[in-house]
């Protein structure tokens, strides 16, 4: 059984940074699966935001890049995001997820369709 569970959202003011974090149980091959990030603001699409494919290679939304690490620990099976200079379309809740197939050169957008997701945390960035 497959569980994600993240941490770290917040409310901060503009220029502010968080970072977030999503632990992961059940699977017994973290350091080779792809995962990422999504958000959702109210009334929008999920967006990927960032995602690290089976080799690790990183990939960020052009909205991010610059500002967000996407970064993980396999002994510890969590997947981080670090987000500064935070903007107030940032704003929305925050999603991990991960999914088991192997993958190379992923893009943001694939994020949101990963196997598996976890609750979601909430940012909120203040003007």
């Known amino acids: 059984h497959v569980q994600l569970v993240e941490s770290g959202g917040g409310s901060v003011q503009a220029g502010g940074s968080l970072t977030l974090s999503c632990t992961v149980s059940g699977y017994t091959l973290f350091s080779t699966y792809c995962m990422g990030w999504f958000r959702q603001a109210a009334g929008k699409e999920r967006e990927g935001v960032a995602g690290?494919?089976?080799?690790?290679?990183?990939t960020y939304a052009d909205s991010v890049r610059g500002r967000f690490t996407i970064s993980k620990d396999n002994d510890k099976k969590t997947l981080y995001l670090q987000m500064n200079n935070l903007q107030p379309e940032d704003t929305g809740v925050y999603y991990c997820?991960?999914?088991?197939?192997?993958?190379?050169?992923?893009?943001?957008?694939?994020?949101?369709?990963?196997?598996?997701r976890g609750q979601g945390t909430q940012v909120t960035v203040s003007s």
């Open positions: 690290l494919d089976s080799d690790s290679s990183p």
């Open positions: 997820a991960i999914d088991g197939r192997y993958m190379k050169d992923i893009q943001p957008q694939d994020v949101p369709r990963f196997a598996y």
